[in-house]
């Protein structure tokens, strides 16, 4: 039981370039969610999905894109980098949405843009 | 104020003391509470919910007052594998129920 995993763990981008983020899910988890983490930032909620096929904004969506075509899987998408999105990404899911239960992490994507 | 605000430390104690923490949150119609630990450079994991009339798992303890808003986790008995960051979590009721992080309280514990 693999749990919740990333890819890529690291990657380094140039100011512009596109890239996307994956993650993967085995607990048959409804909702799924992407954190960015910064120093003294603490976790910051950017999209999540309360199912397949739909997405919502967290507190900072501004420059990412997500998709939820299947269950397991939620993809984070920046489409052109800037050096403010470099952070530490996590993704998280969780069986209900509704608070009451705790989210599980994948170990996270370091992402560098220059 | 903040939603969820904790003392970033970091709290520096030897081994087999007792340490606190303490977390206070703005919303008062949060149902759902947990701490998270979180090694350095890995993800949160979770420690352990908050239930309103306490809990407790083996040295750690958690306390929910709601009246004053804050939570409390206390370590008894610290060990060195202890060292980590401490993050307080409660429900938000305004995005469907999404939890708020607190920045963490960072805890090392010297030999």
């Known amino acids: 039981n693999a749990g919740v995993t990333q890819t890529p763990k690291f990657r380094v981008l140039k100011t512009g370039q596109s890239m996307t983020l994956l993650c993967a899910q085995d607990m048959n988890h409804e909702y799924m969610y992407w954190y960015r983490q910064d120093p003294g930032m603490g976790l910051r909620l950017i999209h999540y999905?309360?199912?397949?096929?739909?997405?919502a904004k967290g507190e900072v969506p501004d420059g990412y894109n997500v998709s939820r075509l299947k269950k397991q899987n939620f993809l984070l998408g920046l489409e052109s980098a800037a050096p403010s999105q470099t952070s530490v990404y996590f993704c998280?899911?969780?069986?209900?949405?509704?608070?009451?239960?705790?989210?599980?992490f994948g170990d996270g994507t370091r992402l560098s843009i220059l | 104020r903040k939603e969820v605000e904790q003392d970033p430390g970091p709290f520096n104690v030897p081994e087999g003391a007792t340490v606190a923490f303490n977390c206070t949150y703005s919303?008062?119609?949060?149902?759902?509470f947990f701490w998270y630990r979180q090694d350095c450079r890995k993800e949160p994991k979770l420690l352990m919910s908050?239930?309103?009339s306490g809990n407790e798992d083996g040295r750690f303890t958690a306390q929910l007052n709601r009246a004053s808003q804050y939570i409390s986790l206390l370590i008894r008995d610290s060990k060195l594998s202890d060292s980590a960051t401490y993050l307080c979590v409660v429900n938000s009721l305004g995005s469907q129920g999404n939890l708020i992080f607190g920045k963490g309280t960072k805890l090392s514990v010297k030999p």
């Open positions: 999905s309360v199912g397949e096929g739909t997405t």
């Open positions: 919303n008062s119609a949060s149902q759902s």
């Open positions: 998280a899911s969780s069986y209900e949405g509704i608070g009451n239960q705790p989210q599980h």
């Open positions: 908050v239930y309103s």
